[in-house]
C-alpha cells in the first residue's frame, strides 16, 4: 500500500516533443507529490511538487496533472530539451507522517536531437 | 536558498575501516534529516530519519549498530559507516526538511567504495 509505481522505466523522445512520464499510489493518505530531478553522480534536485487539492500545476516547461479518482499524477516536460535528459522520481508523502517519502522506481530520459 | 551539502562526495577506503560522512543544511534549519542509499540504476531507499538531539529512526532491515546517525545540530548530521565491507559500497544520498514543510532538499551526494 506504501508503493508508488512508476512508468515507463525509460524514454526517448525527440528534441521538441513532450516527455510524459506517469506515476500511481494506492495510499489515499498521500497528500503530496514532488518530483524530483537526478543527473548521474547527483543527488536528487526537486522539481515541482502539487497536492491533491488542485488537478494541474505548471512551473515552465513542466507540468503535473493529478487525478485523484484514479491515484495517478504525472509530469509533463513540454518541449523536451536534451539538458532535459536524467532520471525523473515521482513520490509521494503524507502530512505529519514525518515527512517520509515513497519514491517511484525512476524513469530514464534521453532526449535526442 | 535551501541548499544541502555533503562531504567528503566520494571515499574510497579498506574493508574494516569506519567511514563518516557529513550532510549540512547550509541556508536552513534542519529539524530533518534523512539519509538514503542509492544503487546504480536503482530508486532512492531511505535508510534512517533522524530529527534534531534525538536517537534516529532506522527503516527496517537497517543496521543501526552498523550506520550510526548522529544529528547534534540543526545544520549537520552525520552517518558513520562502521567496519565497512565491500557490499556498503554505494551512494549515499542526505536530505533535509525545515519545521513541518513536506519538501526534502537532497545533498549531491557521497560515493562510497570499500575495497
Known amino acids: 500500500q506504501q508503493q508508488v509505481k512508476q512508468s515507463p522505466q525509460s524514454l526517448i523522445v525527440q528534441k521538441g516533443g513532450i516527455s510524459i512520464i506517469n506515476c500511481a499510489y494506492e495510499n489515499t493518505a498521500f497528500d503530496y507529490f514532488p518530483w524530483y530531478q537526478q543527473f548521474p553522480g547527483k543527488g536528487p534536485a526537486l522539481l515541482i511538487a502539487?497536492?491533491?487539492?488542485?488537478s494541474e500545476k505548471k512551473e515552465g516547461r513542466f507540468t503535473i496533472s493529478f487525478n485523484k479518482s484514479a491515484k495517478q499524477f504525472s509530469l509533463h516536460i513540454m518541449d523536451s530539451q536534451p539538458g532535459d535528459s536524467a532520471t525523473y522520481f515521482c513520490a509521494a508523502s503524507v502530512t505529519g507522517g514525518g515527512n517520509k517519502l515513497t519514491f517511484g522506481t525512476g524513469t530514464q530520459l534521453k532526449v535526442e536531437l | 536558498g535551501a541548499v544541502v551539502s555533503q562531504h567528503p562526495s566520494w571515499v574510497i577506503c579498506k574493508s574494516g575501516t569506519s567511514v563518516k560522512i557529513e550532510c549540512r543544511s547550509l541556508d536552513f534549519q534542519a529539524t530533518t534529516m534523512f539519509w538514503y542509499r542509492q544503487f546504480p540504476k536503482q530508486s532512492l531507499m531511505l535508510m534512517a530519519t533522524?530529527?534534531?538531539?534525538?536517537?534516529?529512526?532506522?527503516e527496517q532491515g537497517v543496521e543501526k549498530d552498523k550506520f550510526l546517525i548522529n544529528h547534534a545540530s540543526l545544520t549537520l548530521s552525520t552517518l558513520t559507516v562502521t567496519s565497512a565491507h565491500p557490499e556498503d559500497s554505494s551512494f549515499y544520498i542526505c536530505s533535509a526538511s525545515a519545521g513541518l514543510e513536506e519538501t526534502q532538499y537532497f545533498g549531491p551526494g557521497t560515493r562510497l567504495l570499500v575495497l
Open positions: 533522524s530529527n534534531e538531539g534525538s536517537k534516529a529512526t532506522y
Open positions: 502539487i497536492r491533491p487539492d488542485v
